[in-house]
């Protein structure tokens, strides 16, 4: 028996939907990063699905375009938390509000 | 049979462990909980007949990218007060949002199992994929069709890396008090 493609999507919208309530509730800004990070993971799982689906390539390629513009993104948002720091010494996002009008 | 079975197993560790990086007080549990997430799913990855990502998924994600947010958790030495952070200036939010991620759940839920997806179907089925190899098609794919994103891709890393550096390095403007 083969797994229906559709779980793979559930799972996907399950894990994304877990990612956005961990932006929503969270106030460490490293957690927030990782939130995030799992609604890429679950985007991913849901262009590989897609990809098997189609039974095509190019889901797969994209999913690897994605890990770069993670890896990317995580790096400078890192990079932004540790400067943040510095300057304030706090990762708590509502302690960083210097450019609230 | 085995591949339900396992399927279900690994999707039980997946929502546990996305759940427990949301819902931890201390980031490095997060952290560890997080690389459980993508192990497992590198698993989801095989099963799906994409070994190539499976194995990035691994190697870059469990890897490179989780270290550096430990090593940037280590680096940091939160004190208590930050991981506690219970000063709730919003007391509604929390259930608001846990409402709002059921609801998000419940439409992707509809959305994924009530649409038919037709499309046309691609030459890359898993039985020519196992014969020529995931990752072999995967270089090829990235080397023709896709080679313009490919350099793409590496200016963004460029530029990654550069702006990692500038924002990181020692301040020398000292910030006026």
């Known amino acids: ?101 | 049979m085995l591949e339900s079975l396992m399927f279900i197993i690994m999707s039980l560790i997946i929502i546990a462990c996305a759940i427990g990086v949301v819902f931890q007080k201390n980031p490095i549990y997060s952290a560890v909980f997080l690389i459980q997430t993508m192990v497992s799913l590198a698993v989801l990855y095989v099963l799906l007949h994409a070994q190539f990502v499976a194995a990035v998924q691994v190697m870059v994600y469990a890897g490179a990218i989780m270290v550096i947010f430990v090593f940037v958790i280590m680096l940091l030495n939160l004190n208590k007060d930050d991981l506690e952070g219970d000063r709730n200036k919003l007391p509604m939010q929390k259930p608001a949002a846990i409402i709002l991620g059921l609801m998000l759940v419940v439409m992707i839920g509809v959305i994924m199992t009530r649409t038919i997806y037709q499309g046309a179907q691609g030459e890359y089925t898993p039985e020519v994929m196992d014969q020529i190899g995931n990752t072999q098609l995967v270089g090829k794919m990235l080397f023709t069709k896709y080679v313009l994103p490919f350099e793409i891709a590496s200016i963004l890393l460029f530029a990654a890396i550069v702006g990692a550096i500038v924002l990181a390095k020692k301040q020398i403007i000292k910030e006026e008090k």
């Open chain 1, 1 to 101: 028996m083969v797994v229906p493609l559709t779980w793979y999507l559930v799972l996907s919208g399950i894990l994304f939907s877990i990612g956005a309530v961990g932006v929503l509730i969270n106030r460490n800004a490293l957690v927030i990063f990782m939130s995030i990070e799992l609604m890429l993971n679950a985007v991913n799982l849901a262009f590989v699905t897609f990809s098997r689906q189609q039974n095509s390539m190019d889901g797969q390629i994209f999913v690897f375009f994605i890990m770069t513009v993670a890896a990317a993104e995580a790096v400078v948002g890192l990079a932004i938390i540790i400067a943040l720091f510095r300057n304030k010494a706090t990762v708590n996002v509502d302690d960083i509000n210097i450019m609230k009008w």
